[in-house]
Structure formats: structure tokens, C-alpha cells
């Protein structure tokens, strides 16, 4: 399907999901992507590419959580709807959808799509040390370009992700969200 803004643009849907851990701290869920693809290996929200069969993109946003890595609806809360982006390479108009989910005794990922399940502390992410950026090169760019990210392990979380992230998680340390 085609945004109104952009036909050219397809729409996706990710899942900003939240839950309270065992000592009551607000934890983001993530993902790691297997390698390969535009995204292989990249940290990122669970979702993906709206389906005919999907009546809205919060139902694809739910549909490929589920697929991704287990989380089924009936554990998912719908906190907010989030500003719609677009990427910036691979042509999508992502729609954000912030929600509070019970989270699983275990997570399923899907071995094919998703390497690892990361679960990061929104104390963490706040932590000036934790955001950072730096000059990269990509191919088909002529210049290198300066991206921001933030560290979670080993990894960073940047691009489209960051984006949704960036603005929110002052709101999330405010505690705006009934997490």
C-alpha cells in the first residue's frame, strides 16, 4: 500500500513495545535482524511490510511482532500512535505504535529474520554516554554522512529506529506512559 503523502513510499508498521521489570524500571524491547539484506544486522523494532490482509497498520505492526518474535496480541497494550517516518534508502513510510505488553516467560524469534531479542533498561538509553554519533560511508553515497545512534551493548541503534527513539525517550524518563 502507498502512503498519501508519497505513492512511491510502502508502508510499514513497527511495534515500540514496554514493559516493568522485576524491580519496576521502565525496559525497551528490541531486535537484532539476522545478517544480510539492507538491515542484516541492524537493531531495530519489531514489524515490517503492511499485508493485503492487514485491516489497519496497527494490525500489521501486531502481525509482525508475532511473527518476529512471539509476542501475541492479547499481552499487547496500545499506549500511543507515534509520527509516521520515512526512511531514508529503502523506500518505506514507517508508522510507530508505542504499547505495554506482558512480557513472554520466553521469546520465539524467528531464526530466519531475527538474530537476538534485547531487552534495554530506558534508564540506560538516558544516560548521556549512551548517545553518540559518528562520520560513516555508505554505498551509492557520494559523502560520508554524520549519523547519531545510541549504544545498547555492543550494538547501535540507529537510522529509522533512533528517530522513533529520540524524541520519545524524554517523554518515557518523564514517565508520560502508563508502562
Known sequence: MNTASDPALRDAAVLVPLYRDVA?????VLIRRTEGGIHGGQLAFPGGQRADEDATLYDTALRET????????????????LPPLQTRVSGFCVHPFLARITRPPVWRPHP?????????RIATLARPEAHDSSLERFDGWPEPVRISFYRVGPHRLWGVSYRILH???PRLVAGEFPI
Do not use: F, K, Q, Y
Open 112 to 120: 530466519a529474520e531475527i538474530a537476538e531479542v534485547i531487552e534495554c
Open 66 to 81: 508475532e511473527e518476529e518474535i512471539g509476542l501475541t496480541r492479547s499481552t499487547v497494550t496500545r499506549l500511543a500512535d
Open 167 to 169: 524524541p520519545l525517550l
Open 24 to 28: 519496576g524500571e521502565p525496559v525497551l
